[in-house]
């Protein structure tokens, strides 16, 4: 017997016509790429994305085609996503930073129509388009005077001019997708993340929770993750649902940039991954500065070293959310609430309702929650994915519909899940694991390591031991002894580094993350 209740499927336009009826005049902030800043409220992006969606609609633009977006975070690409959404067709970010070819396998896989992006762009368009028989035309989002004069595309501003404002969203199933985010091809070709309506907005209630991003009406919001990252941990719903002030900082997100922005906007709360909180907190130990009004920022994506915790909760009186999440998870799975964070190693905390965990051995067992036995980290949800893409025939769940993260971990008693690694990164060291993640959080706590990664060499008698590289911080040299005796007591001892490599500069994947495929590659090559 159904319920009595009314028929609300749960779609995105809801969210957006929600923040322009009762936040309407709340402000969204942007920096763009070209350093000017500006300013619009929750009506004007709800007004632009409904002119954005009637000139979709000119185009033939009908629900199920992929509309790619090629950008960093700005108010233009947020009214785009509520327009394409809206209208039921479906979102793909791009991510800028992915090298051509991958994103030429990615959007002729989803063979998007249109493409939306950035002028700073450009210059990747120009080798994309070639290979992208799909895209009918290319839309800047841009004012029409700052079109380049040699390349085919039309301004975003011209293209929604003088349209009406009135186009009807919504009327299809809560089901229907949303939004499309590809994995990084770190094992084979991308995957294709295809998200919901519903997934979507299920996942902007669990952002919002107390103990997941507790963002309330009264917070201004800087999203450093980018749009294109699997879809900026769901800030781009969650804070127009709340009605909070959204701060977007386009591409420039070095620390003077960032700190800069949160001090004009009054920005407290924030997020990305912690190789920008790294730059944020060099710049403002270089400078002396602190950034008053900011209160709590969320780090995930990539383990948070302790120290880098610490430096902002004990010296800066912010607090440190530690996440775990990813792609095919809408991304949110945990969450490590303060104080939490006492505990000596840095978990990644605990499950939000609306989704849940468990470990197996290799068997597919569940093994215990003692916070020592390592397991595989299995996640379900109606946030998680089901398929892939255009992979819809592999089956990606087991037997009892859980999702195998690809990463190895424990879980203790209290609930709190750690990070031992993902599985093609940890170390097997005569039989057992050892976990890369601890090494690099125990090596970037000495005060001359700008960054650390550990991964595995070949070793005759133990199968493999861990080689640690270390990039110094600038200006302040190091040695592989003095590194060595630090790491002395921090880890175990038949843990410690085989060896230590110095690089310049330990290489970043697109999404900010140390490239550890890369790291090898070179390692092989030397
Ligand atoms: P990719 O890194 O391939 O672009 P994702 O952004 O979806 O794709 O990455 C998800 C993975 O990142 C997780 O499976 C996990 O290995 C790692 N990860 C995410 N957050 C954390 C964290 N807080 N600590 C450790 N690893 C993390």
């Known amino acids: 017997m159904p319920g009595l209740m009314q028929d609300w499927p749960l779609t995105l336009d809801k969210v957006l016509d929600h923040a322009a009826r009762w936040h309407g005049d709340r402000e969204v902030v942007t920096r763009l790429n070209e350093g000017p800043i500006t300013r619009c409220t929750y009506a004007d992006i709800h007004r632009r994305a409904k002119q954005f969606s009637h000139a979709l609609l000119g185009h033939g633009i009908a629900r199920e085609d992929r509309i790619a977006t090629l ?39 989803a063979a998007d129509r249109l493409i939306l992006a950035d002028a700073l762009c450009t210059p990747i368009l120009r080798q994309l388009l070639p290979r992208c028989p799909t895209i009918e035309r290319v839309v800047l989002l841009a004012d029409e005077a700052e079109l380049p004069a ?18 009807k969203w919504g009327d299809f199933p ?33 952002a919002l929770m107390p103990d997941v991003l507790g963002i309330s009406g009264r917070d201004a919001v800087l999203a450093i993750v980018p749009m294109f ?81 610490r430096a902002y909760q004990e010296r800066h009186g912010i607090e440190v959310r530690h996440a775990w999440g ?10 490590n609430v303060p104080p939490d964070l006492a505990t000596p190693a840095l978990r990644q905390g605990r499950v939000p309702f609306g989704i849940d965990m468990m470990l197996t051995d290799d068997a597919g067992r569940a093994v215990a929650h003692d916070g020592r036995t390592f397991g595989h980290l299995k996640v379900r949800g109606a946030a998680v994915a089901r398929a892939y893409f255009r992979r819809e025939a592999e089956d990606i769940l087991d037997a009892d519909g859980w999702f195998d993260t690809g990463d190895i971990a424990t879980i203790d008693e209290a609930g709190a899940l750690q990070i031992t690694d993902r599985a093609k990164d ?4 005569g039989g057992e694991w050892i976990s890369s993640i601890d090494i690099e959080n125990a090596a970037v706590a000495h005060p001359k390591v700008a960054l650390a990664a550990v991964i595995a060499i070949p070793h005759a ?14 200006g302040e040299p190091v040695t592989a002894e003095e590194l060595l005796a630090f790491l002395e007591g921090r880890i175990a001892r038949w843990w410690m580094p085989e060896a ?10 697109a999404t900010g993350k140390i490239d550890k495929k890369r790291l090898r590659a070179g390692l092989a090559t030397n």
């Open 461 to 474: 008698k133990w199968g493999e031991r861990p080689l640690l590289i270390v990039q110094p911080k600038a």
């Open 71 to 109: 950008a960093f975070n700005s108010a233009r690409h947020l009214e785009a996503w509520y327009g394409i959404m809206g209208l039921g067709a479906v979102c793909h970010t791009l991510n800028p930073r992915l090298p051509v070819e991958q994103l030429a396998y990615i959007v002729n896989h």
């Open 500 to 509: 230590v490599q110095f690089v310049e500069a330990i290489p970043l994947g």
């Open 150 to 167: 040699d390349f085919p595309a039309i301004s975003y501003e011209s293209w929604i001019a003088g349209r009406g404002s009135d186009c």
């Open 426 to 429: 940890v170390i097997k060291s």
């Open 326 to 335: 990813m792609t095919e998870m809408s991304p949110i799975g945990t969450v």
């Open 174 to 206: 809560e089901d229907t997708a949303a939004g499309l985010c590809y994995t990084s091809g770190t094992t084979g070709d991308p995957k294709g993340v295809l998200y919901s309506h519903r997934s979507n907005y299920l996942h902007s209630l669990i």
């Open 229 to 309: 990252h699997a879809n900026a941990w769901g800030l781009a719903f969650a804070v127009p649902a709340i009605g909070a002030k959204f701060v977007l900082p386009g591409a420039k997100l070095d620390g003077a940039s960032l700190f800069d922005l949160i001090e004009t906007e009054g920005v407290t709360l924030s997020a990305g991954v912690p190789t920008v909180w790294q730059g944020l907190l060099q710049y403002l130990e270089k400078e002396r500065k602190h950034p008053a009004t900011l209160q709590r920022i969320l780090t995930g994506g990539a383990a948070c070293p302790e120290s880098l915790a």
